[in-house]
T-cell receptor, first 112, second 115 residues
């Protein structure tokens, strides 16, 4: 069935270092992969997304890569800052049902 | 643009009562709305997909008679939790999607506490 796996579940990095979160998906027909940032008690906020016809996308300190063959996609945050601390979710859109399925989330903590 | 609101933001109810949560797209027409449930420190679990003017499609394990979804217009979907029990206490989040893009815009969520 539809499944998105996300690793790691928790991640702690020193301020200024990079953070990488990885996800895999099961449906090879998936064509849209958003990443969300969620702060405690708040709604998920879209931070970046990538479509299946693109291998990499970058927006300032955030980048996402997609390997369609391996069904992997990753989020890269460079020069991390305290305000990057949050829970990050990857997701994949399953084209057959037009729904977005979320990964299990990664709690990112930035150490000062 | 692309603002989604939810009402109420929080609700406390007694066990056995029903609670209605509204999800509105304020500045766009949402052909599809989604309802998610999020327990503490867990991910968002899709409950159902709601298309305007048709019956909602429920995910496996979600009771359609307990979680009633109505999507009567292109800007409003409602989720009614019927005969609520303490285990229904959770953070319920809706999202809306336009027909033009894949982007989903999330509402602020409704925290339901059933006593």
């Amino acid at each position: 069935g539809e499944n998105v796996e996300q690793h790691p579940s928790t991640l702690s990095v020193q301020e200024g270092d990079s953070a990488v979160i990885k996800c895999t998906y099961s449906d090879s027909a998936s064509n849209y992969f958003p990443w969300y940032k969620q702060e405690l008690g708040k709604r998920p906020q879209l931070i970046i997304d990538i479509r299946s016809n693109v291998g990499e996308k970058k927006d300032q300190r955030i980048a996402v890569t997609l390997n369609k063959t391996a069904k992997h996609f990753s989020l890269h945050i460079t020069e991390t800052q305290p305000e990057d601390s949050a829970v990050y979710f990857c997701a994949a859109r399953y084209s057959s049902a037009s729904k977005i399925i979320f990964g299990s989330g990664t709690r990112l903590s930035i150490r000062p | 643009g692309a603002v989604v609101s939810q009402h109420p933001s929080w609700v406390i109810c007694k066990s056995g009562t029903s609670v209605k949560i509204e999800c509105r797209s304020l500045d766009f027409q949402a052909t599809t709305m989604f309802w998610y449930r999020q327990f503490p420190k867990q991910s968002l679990m899709l409950m159902a997909t709601s298309n305007e003017g048709s019956k909602a499609t429920y995910e496996q394990g979600v009771e359609k008679d307990k979680f009633l979804i109505n999507h009567a217009s292109l800007t409003l979907s409602t989720l009614t939790v019927t005969s609520a029990h303490p285990e229904d206490s959770s953070f319920y989040i809706c999202s809306a999607r336009t027909s033009e893009t894949d982007t989903q815009y999330f509402g602020p969520g409704t925290r339901l506490t059933v006593l």
